[in-house]
Each structure stands twice: as C-alpha cells, then as structure tokens.
C-alpha cells in the first residue's frame, strides 16, 4: 500500500460531502412519512446521536492508529474469518457505491435528463468514478477542497432564496409540535441514522491510518457531523415549511421540489439546478470513498498492494450491478425502507461494538493468564 | 446487442491496458485476481444486456435479515 496522507481538514470536508450524500435528496421525504411534521426534530436528534457513532469509530481508531478497517477485522477475528467479513464488507461498500450511481441515475432520468437511457449515465458517472479512484485518494481529497465553497455558495443561495420569497412558506407548516409520539421518533431517528452516521464505517477504511494528524481529525470529524447535521437540518425545515407534511411525505425527492417552487419576482427562477448540482457533487464524493473503501479493504483482504489494476473491472461490475440490483423504483424504495436500515445497522454499529467487545477480551484473558504466570 | 458489444469492447481495452503492466511485474496472484474479476464483468455484462434472469445478490441480504427488519418494525409501531 502506497503512503497516501490527507489532512485532517481534507478528511472533514469528506466526511461532510459524504454525509450529506444521498440524505439531502432522499431523507426529507422518508422522515416526513414517519414523523410528518417533526421531521426536522428527527434530524436534530440523529445528529446528536451521530457524535456517539463517530466517538465509536475514534475509539476504534485509537485503538489501531496504523491499520484500516480490513486489517483490524484481520488481526481481531483471525485470518479466516477476518477475511470473510471483510469482504462481506467489500460487497457492503461496493453494492453502496452501485445503489449511488442507481439513485443519481434514476433522479437524473426522471427529473432532468428524460429522454436520456439510463446506461449512458450510469457508464458516464462510473468513468469519472473510476477516474477519481485511480486519481487516489489524496487527489479525491483535494477536488473535495475545491468543490466544498460551491457547494457551501449554492446551499446558502437556496436558503436565502427560499427564505427571501415569505409568501412561499407557512410556519403553521410546523405545528403542531412533537404530536407523532415517542416511537415514531426513534424510528425516525434510526432511519436518519441509517443513512446519515452509520454508512461512515467505511471512513475507518482512511481514518486513522491515512491522515496526517489523527489527533486533529478526531476533532474535525466532530466539526464534520455537526456541519452536516445542520445543513440537512435546516434543509428538511425548509422542505416541511413550503411543501407542508404530507406533500413531503408523497414526494421521492421533496427538496429537488422545494428548490423548483422558488421564484422570486419573475426573474430567478429554476433553482431546482442548483440542488441538483449540490447532489450531484455530494454523491461523487460519496460514491467515490464507498468505491475506494471497496476495493482497497478488498485488495488488503487478498494481501494485494497495488489496488489500481482492480479499478477497471470492479467499475464494469459496478455499472452492472447499479443496472440490474432495483428492477424498479418500489423495488429500491422498498430495500430502502425495508432492509437498508438494518443493513448499514449491522455493519455501522454492531460490527464496530463487536470488534471492540472482542478486543477487550482478548486483551483481558491476556492479563490474566499474564498475571497467573508468575505464581505457578 | 450494444450491450454485448460495449461490454466486450471495455473488457479487452481495459484487459490490453492492464495486463501487459502486471506480466511485466510479474505480479501473478494479482493477474489471476483481475482475470477472474474481468470474467465476472463480461458474463454478467452479456447476462444484463440480454435480460436473463441472474441472480440478484440484494435478494439474498433481503432473506437474511428480513427477520430483524420485522422485528424492529414490529416494536416501533
């Protein structure tokens, strides 16, 4: 494995892009079905909630400042079944970064590009995904820096404008306040979680052991969540705001809508562009670091240095994948509602607490035997 | 057709790329890795393209944990 570093400030302005990823376009709608109007309230406890998820993944990596994810599943679990998990990780990573390419196609071929076939998009998002791959991560990194203001200018464009046009949102909108119910909440907060904290498992493929200074991204990744936290927050009040609970609820991207009822006077119109170029950015880096996650846990599974040589064919088998995986769109809002959830839970959280329960183990039998010793 | 056609015409671009760097390393698990890899694009390609019916490997992760999807639901209705 070649020596890649990225900054700790790079490494925040992934974990931003990468987090507000898919949630910003998808989120909003699935919330509002669950909690209608607390949507928002949701989204505020499941970013909180996301700083007990990522104090998870710092304690791990303290624990293994030099190795990825694949090398601690190796040298906690042993070879064999270390080297399963980890590619049932790589599959885990690899099926996310096909599902990203299947959403920006589907919103693309449905919202944008009409007349467009979806394998022409898929193949063209897959060649700048693979380019980014190939390019390494510290190139990724970099084109995250460059693109992080526009995405930052074209967000505070969309509030401000939503904000300028008063006749368009009601605040009654949001009331009344926390009517849902206790269980409907958590359900909320843990479809959020789903999406929002637990996917950012396979940063632990970067952090700790390819960034400059550790200490100073445990800090960051913090700043991360909350930013992003507070962008999707802000967005989803904005979505209830105009659309109201239930049109939120009913539609499949209800911020792209959000953005195409802006109109101030007669002259800025047709904001709806500007969310889905803020989409389009954040799901590249997303889709580029669940690819990159991929396929370097899968070339330290197979021992491998060089991942490179496996870009190419893993991208063919990413267009195909994201071509055949959701015969239909109810057929990925279903895995999405469904399975997704429990899915990212098991490798977000349950893989991390496992990891570490064993670990403690194995360190305390160590002890005793160690203590032991000396009497015999 | 074309799908059969972009998928061959990727595979050996990429394969014509790739390979001659690993021979010349001699990296041999890793040739082996891509070959196998490369043989798994390809079929699956063709197999997409003429709308056979392959194995969705989202309908196995559903199986298993459709239980558990279940059993959350079921406490937080």
Request: a positive charge; hydrophobic letters at 55%; aromatic letters at 12%.
């Amino acid at each position: 494995m070649e020596n890649v570093k990225i900054s700790a400030r790079q490494l925040a302005i992934l974990v931003i892009l990468f987090s507000v990823g898919t949630t910003i376009l998808v989120i909003p709608g699935s919330l509002a079905s669950v909690v209608k109007q607390d949507a928002w309230m949701a989204a505020i406890f499941g970013t909180v909630s996301s700083f007990l998820v990522v104090a998870l993944y710092i304690a791990i990596g303290r624990i293994f400042p030099a190795m990825t994810l694949a090398e601690i599943l190796e040298s906690v679990l042993g070879k064999w079944l270390g080297k399963f998990i980890s590619l049932s990780f790589v599959f885990f990573a690899f099926f996310d970064a096909s599902d990203l390419i299947y959403y920006a196609g589907n919103f693309l071929t449905t919202q944008i590009l009409l007349y467009t076939p979806i394998e022409a998009i898929h193949i063209i998002l897959a060649c700048i995904l693979l380019m980014g791959v190939r390019l390494g991560l510290e190139t990724v990194a970099r084109a995250a820096e460059l693109f992080f203001p526009v995405f930052i200018f074209l967000f505070v464009l969309l509030v401000g404008s939503v904000l300028l046009t008063s006749d368009l949102w009601k605040l009654q909108n949001l009331e009344p306040i926390l009517f849902t119910g206790i269980k409907p909440m958590i359900r909320a907060v843990f479809i959020f979680l789903s999406s929002f904290s637990f996917p950012l498992i396979v940063i632990l493929m970067i952090f700790p052991s390819s960034v400059k200074q550790p200490k100073k991204a445990e800090k960051s990744l913090f700043i991360a969540i909350s930013t992003a936290g507070v962008c999707l927050t802000i967005l989803i009040i904005l979505t209830i705001l105009v659309l109201g609970p239930e049109t939120s609820a009913r539609q499949m991207y209800p911020s792209y809508n959000l953005a195409q009822s802006i109109k101030i006077g007669d002259f800025l119109q047709r904001i709806e562009a500007i969310l889905a170029i803020m989409w389009l950015i954040t799901i590249f880096f997303k889709m580029v670091i669940y690819f990159y996650a991929a396929i370097i846990s899968f070339g330290q599974t197979l021992n491998i240095r060089d991942y490179r040589p496996f870009t190419f064919p893993f991208g063919m088998l990413v267009v195909v994948l994201s071509l055949y995986s959701h015969p239909n769109v109810t057929h990925s809002a279903k895995f999405d509602y469904e399975i997704w959830p429990v899915y990212s839970l098991i490798y977000g959280l349950a893989l991390p607490l496992l990891l570490l329960l064993i670990y403690g183990l194995k360190k305390y039998i160590k002890h005793e035997k160690k203590r032991k010793l000396p009497l015999e | 057709m074309l799908g059969i056609a972009v998928t061959l015409v990727a595979a050996i671009i990429i394969t014509a790329f790739e390979v001659p760097k690993m021979r010349k390393k001699k990296l041999t698990k890793e040739l082996w890795t891509f070959l196998i890899l490369m043989g798994m694009a390809v079929g699956l390609g063709i197999a997409e393209s003429l709308h056979l019916n392959i194995p969705n490997p989202l309908n196995g992760i559903r199986m298993v944990l459709q239980p558990m999807s279940d059993v959350i639901n079921g406490l937080l209705k």
